[in-house]
């Protein structure tokens, strides 16, 4: 595609100087007469016709042509976004093999494995310290606070009444209801809630593992169960 579209420009470009040539060596010193000068303005007229010709052509086709230098990484056989996978069908191809986990995420309890009683039991490995609640604080922040608020009071924006989603349980200090659930709840409770969700609260699970009990940490600051 590029190479006929500069062939055809430099062809294009050839041709007009030739052109040109022609018009300067057919002047009326040399050849004279009338018909030397209509030869000339009808070979002006169609290097005319060409410029404009080659100009509308060229400049359309140019926008296509690819202003990288090297681009044989980018244009590999790998699929690209949005484009269809002829592999569909072989999809272990792209799964990853078995036991591999995403970085930051080994030795992970998976919560759903355990018993009720047993998730209440999980014992939170992560000390309350300044990092580890700046962490919380983040998470929370991000994920918590649209239905619970910004100090775990269940009285976040999209929380009943203001929003749709009612019967957010108070985690933290300002409730309207004037109580929060936390410091009744075990480490475990509040972990396992965050990785599988409990009732109406759906699964917090794109949290880190790790990063689940920095936000136990921190809820229990809110409440100010854990020093700073
Ligand atoms: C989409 C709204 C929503 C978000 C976001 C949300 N929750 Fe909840 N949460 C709820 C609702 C609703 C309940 C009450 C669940 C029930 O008992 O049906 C609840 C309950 C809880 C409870 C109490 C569970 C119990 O057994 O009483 C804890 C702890 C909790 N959430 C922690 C969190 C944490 C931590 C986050 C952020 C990672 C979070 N929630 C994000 C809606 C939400």
Redesign the pocket.
Known sequence: MRLTNRSTLGSGLFMMLRANRSTQSSGPSTRGGSSGRSRAAASRRAMMAMMVFFFLTQTGCWEQVSVEWFPQMKWQIAVQAFELNPYQDRIGLFSPPEGTVPVGWGDVIVASEYTPAEQEAFVNPNRATLASLKNGES??NT??T???GPTGGGD?P??APRGP?????P?GPGSPLGFS??PG?TDG??YT??SLG?????S?RR?PPDARWD?VNY?RDLNGQGGR
């Open positions: 998470y929370f994920n918590c649209a239905c619970h976040g999209i929380a989603i009612a019967g957010v349980l985690i659930l936390a709840l409770h509040i809630t965050i409990r009732g109406r609260m759906p917090y949290i936000v809820i």
